[in-house]
């Protein structure tokens, strides 16, 4: 419901980065009116999340998900930046700061599981 089109038939990528994370939503099958909802509910992910808003995950998981009071806290000192891709599109997750990145990673594992998505796991190790 949050996103728009039917979760079973796209696929969610939830990357650790090692400055970062990705989070990717294509659909399926070549569908003009699902990629355009998945675009624009990316959008809407990346400004919420930039402005330090989480509750489109919070709503979706029907809890608070790991590592975003942190990234809430470091909204400043992290950049989302979306992308168009074929069948969708993604948001880039960029920060040089230690403690958002480990947030970040901690969101996307989260995700991960949530989602029962793919996606590479943390590339970098926190103390």
Known sequence: MAMGVDQA???HTFDAL???GR????RD???????AQIRAHLRLIQHAFQAGDFSTPQFVHMRTMPGTAVMAQK?????YTYHDRPRGGE??????????????????G????GHHATGAGSTTMHD
């Not at 989070?23 to 294509?26: D, F, P």
């Not at 997750?93 to 969101?107: N, P, Q, V």
């Not at 989260?110 to 599981?113: D, F, G, I, N, V």
């Open 29 to 35: 099958v070549n569908d003009s009116l699902g990629i």
């Open 23 to 26: 989070i990717e939503l294509l």
């Open 75 to 79: 909204r400043d000192l992290i950049a």
């Open 91 to 108: 948001v880039v997750i960029k920060t040089s700061d230690a403690s958002a990145l480990a947030a970040i990673h901690e969101f996307m």
């Open 110 to 113: 989260a995700q991960r599981m």
């Open 18 to 20: 090692p400055d970062g």
């Open 9 to 11: 038939t796209s696929t």
